[in-house]
């Protein structure tokens, strides 16, 4: 009877690093996989590289961006409080002289207060070119030859808003009895977009300093 033989598996040949044929079947089999696995690893290593150059670009993007946009509104509020401070310089050189554009210096919203006694609060522009004719009728008027306009912030905000404050000297003549008297004051000015005072106030006590010239 045939017997079926089952045919024996192939031995492996087991490599002998000692051998240099071995060797460098070994080598040439692995070498391939090795040069793939590097370069993945270094493919790797570029890309965190190219990652971490992208975000430090934008970060040094964004603070230019951020800065240059801190200086322009500053610049835009700087300029802007240069321009009031004239406006306010004008305003006061024209009352000395008894001559006011009320409409070249007020909006017609503006509101006006002081620190007269008996005040009822804040008057309009035409409550205070009332006031200012019954005082030219009888007082000459002088300030300070030099001051220094400060500026002001927003009360929200403290970022400068083109808002003008300061402190002077006034001087009240009374042209009747000849009598003058110096007091110090503190005035500010608030503007619209326009460049037009919106709210206009002074601090002192003008209605004991009237009184003494009687």
Known sequence: ??????PSRPQMKELNPCNSKDYRGFLITVEPLLRINIFLRFEKKIQKMK???LVIIAALLFSCNSQNETNNTSTNADQKFLSNCITVQEYLNDFINESIDYKKYFNDTCKIRGTSFNSEGPMSVDDRISRHKEMWAKYDFAISDSINFLPGVN????EIDGSVRFYFDWTINNTENGKSITIPLYMSFDFDNDGKINFYQFFGDISAAISSLE
């Open 155 to 158: 009360a929200e905000t403290k």
């Open 51 to 53: 990652n971490s150059i």
């Open 1 to 6: 009877m045939y017997r079926y033989r089952v």
